[in-house]
């Protein structure tokens, strides 16, 4: 059974930074797109960024330059490092892996994924 479990998420104040961990279980991503996804109250849920076959990473322009993505495939693990938060980027934080498990993969379509239950992530001013 696949699960993937975030963890990380927190109140800071603007400015601040956080880390996310999305943990893997019965699921080997190695080579397999992954990504976060956030939702805000009231909005649609949104990519913030990815991690392609290649450990290409793309990112939202809403974070370029303040999100960075890595992944420890030893532990199975990825990861969303968040500095220069901002009260906007407050959502609950999803982790998302490729359900199909395609690899060689440059571009992640996102179209059939396994979810995690998501971690909320709240930035004041």
């Known amino acids: 059974q696949v699960q993937l479990v975030e963890s990380g998420g927190g109140s800071v104040e603007a400015g601040g930074s956080l880390r996310l961990s999305c943990a893997a279980s019965?699921?080997?991503?190695?080579?397999?797109?992954m990504g976060w996804f956030r939702q805000a109250p009231g909005k649609e849920r949104e990519r913030v960024g990815s991690?392609?076959?290649?450990?290409?990473?793309r990112y939202a322009d809403s974070v370029k330059g303040r999100f960075s993505i890595s992944q420890d495939s030893a532990e199975n693990t990825l990861y969303l490092q968040m500095n220069s938060l901002r009260p906007e980027d407050t959502a609950v934080y999803y982790c998302?892996?490729?359900?199909?498990?395609?690899?060689?993969?440059?571009?992640?379509?996102?179209?059939?994924?396994?979810w995690g239950r998501g971690t909320q992530v709240t930035v004041s001013s």
């Open positions: 998302a892996a490729d359900r199909r498990r395609r690899i060689f993969q440059s571009t992640c379509k996102f179209d059939d994924n396994y």
């Open positions: 019965g699921y080997n991503f190695r080579g397999v797109c």
């Open positions: 991690i392609d076959s290649y450990g290409g990473t």
